[in-house]
C-alpha cells in the first residue's frame, strides 16, 4: 500500500485505491472526508481553527487555520468529481498536551465539529481531547479509518561527554 504522509499545512486528496494518507497530531486536527459514491476522499492537517478577531495572517500564513484547510480539501475533492452533499467526516486530535497553551486543542476540536456541523457534513468517527499525540491513517477510497495514541514519549539523545585532552605542559605535539 502506497502511504502519504501529510504535516500542518498540508492536505491530501486520493481517489485511487490502496493509498494511504497518513499524520500525526497533538493539539491540531486533522479532518478525514469521503464521498463512498465516488470513492473520492481526502485529509487535511491544521494547526487552529480560525484567526482571532485581532490577527490579520499573510496569505501565505492561512495554510495553519482550520477554516482555509476545510475549504482547500473540500474544493479538491469536488475537483477530483466528489459530491458535497455525499461527504462523510471523521476529526481526529485536539490533545490539550502542554499545559502552558491552555485549550488550544480542545477549541481547534469545536471548531471542526462547529464547521462540519455548519456546512451539514455528516461526521463519522470522533476521537478528539485528552493529554496524548494520535498518529491518524486513512484509507480514503474506503473511507477507512483509525487513531492510534502515541503513549511512548520521543526518546531523548544526550551529546556523548566530550573526551578531555589530558592537561599538558604547553608542548604541541604534532604527528
Known amino acids: 500500500m502506497r502511504r502519504i504522509n501529510i504535516i500542518q499545512g498540508e492536505h491530501c486528496v486520493v481517489s485511487e485505491p490502496d493509498t494511504m494518507v497518513t499524520t500525526l497530531l497533538g493539539s491540531c486536527i486533522a479532518v478525514c472526508l469521503n464521498d463512498s459514491v465516488s470513492r473520492i476522499g481526502g485529509m487535511n492537517h491544521f494547526l487552529l481553527g480560525e484567526p482571532g478577531a485581532d490577527v490579520k495572517p499573510r496569505p501565505d500564513e492561512m495554510q495553519r487555520y482550520g ?27 485536539g490533545a490539550n498536551i502542554i499545559a502552558g497553551l491552555g485549550s ?72
Do not use: C, W
Not at 477554516?67 to 486530535?93: D, F, Q, T
Not at 463519522?124 to 503513549?151: C, M, T, W
Open 67 to 93: 477554516v482555509h484547510a476545510m475549504e482547500l480539501l473540500i474544493n479538491g475533492m469536488m475537483a477530483k468529481g466528489a459530491s458535497r452533499a455525499r461527504l462523510k467526516g471523521h476529526i481526529y486530535g
Open 104 to 175: 488550544i486543542g480542545s477549541q481547534n476540536a469545536e471548531f471542526a465539529r462547529r464547521f462540519l456541523e455548519t456546512e451539514g457534513i455528516e461526521i463519522g468517527h470522533v476521537d478528539i481531547g485528552g493529554r496524548s499525540a494520535r498518529k491518524i491513517e486513512f484509507i480514503p477510497y474506503q473511507g477507512l479509518s483509525r487513531s492510534k495514541n502515541v503513549s511512548d514519549p520521543v526518546p531523548v539523545v544526550r551529546a556523548p561527554a566530550p573526551i578531555l585532552a589530558p592537561a599538558s605542559d604547553g608542548e604541541l605535539e604534532l604527528f
